[in-house]
């Protein structure tokens, strides 16, 4: 690689970093190339994104970053997932590792955070912001349903009150 292509790629990878709201460093030592693919495939869904980069030009990218703490995390055969949604990344990354022991996370941040594996993890458990967004119309819907309801109710037992009126005429 040239001087050309790695200053591309800095400048790429310092991208991520800058728009990113979530990176989960992972070590990837012994995935096959079709399980790389299966993950990036499964990112890609999340929408999210699954790279592996060298770690001196990921660490010089990382400067001038809020994700500038998780540089000593650049050491071994590492790859980066990240996302624009703060869940989805981890969630991925936290399903695959749970069925491929060859993927390890090494730790990651959100924003300024520092994430050990362990925060990593929790924030995979997190509802994703569409989820949120769900259950908020949920609650949303739920006061004007129940009002409906009763609004309607009265109505309700006035026909049923002159339905028993006019019943019991007829049978008189």
Known sequence: ???????????????????????????????????????RTKMREAGASFKVAKNTLAQIALRGTPYEPIAGLFAGPTAIAY??????????VSAFAKTNEKLVILGGAMGANKLDPNGVKALAELP?????RGKLI??????ATKIAGVVQAPATKLTRVFAAYGSKGEAA
């Not at 979530?22 to 190339?33: A, K, P």
């Not at 994703?128 to 949120?132: A, K, V, Y």
């Open 1 to 39: 690689m040239d001087r050309a292509q790695k200053t591309e790629q800095v400048d790429s990878l310092n991208g991520v970093f800058a728009q990113a709201a979530v990176v989960v460093v992972t070590r990837n030592d012994g995935l096959t190339v079709a399980e790389v693919n299966v993950l």
């Open 83 to 92: 996302s624009q949604d703060a869940v989805s990344a981890a969630k991925v």
């Open 128 to 132: 994703s912001l569409d989820e949120l």
């Open 138 to 143: 949920g609650l949303l819907n739920a006061p």
